[in-house]
């Protein structure tokens, strides 16, 4: 009989398969959060229609929440791996919701250099990055429950 008919337990791969280098823990909201600067550098009126496809308009801030919405789905595929341990790659989603909370609300305290993070679609885009960590986490804790208890019986 082969080991695996005696029981032995599932095994754990931390990061088997994963991309190497440290931009695994890279946030995408960072680049969500750098595309969020650049706009409000460049577009003066955020709520104009910025693209028009064919009746459709969307503004900036509507094509950035889209964008935001998309990578928190994609950020959710970092964790979603069974067997996987990518607790660092969950808590660093957190830790970027984290930066984009503080910079709101330094911002809504009127503190001159945050200025422009005291906005309706920084405050939304951050609600997003936040909520998509706290679903990170809960993914990658399930994930690795379930790993963990397949050779439990």
Known sequence: MSEHAHGESAHLDVHAGAP????R??????????????????????????ISLGAYQLSWVEVLLL??????????????????????????????????LILFVLGAAKVHAFGMFSSTEFLM??????????VAILIN?????????????
């Open 20 to 23: 190497g280098g440290a931009f």
């Open 25 to 50: 823990y890279v946030p995408w909201f960072l680049f969500v959060l750098i595309l969020y600067v650049i706009g409000r550098t460049v577009i003066s009126e955020p709520r104009m229609p910025f």
């Open 141 to 153: 804790a399930r994930t690795l429950r379930r790993t963990i208890g397949v050779g439990d019986n």
């Open 125 to 134: 885009q951050t609600f997003i990055s936040l909520a998509a960590a706290v």
């Open 67 to 100: 964008c935001a919405s998309v990578i928190a789905l994609i950020e959710q595929m970092k964790v979603s791996h069974p067997g996987i341990d990518n607790t660092m790659e969950a808590l660093s989603m957190v830790g970027m919701g984290v930066i984009q």
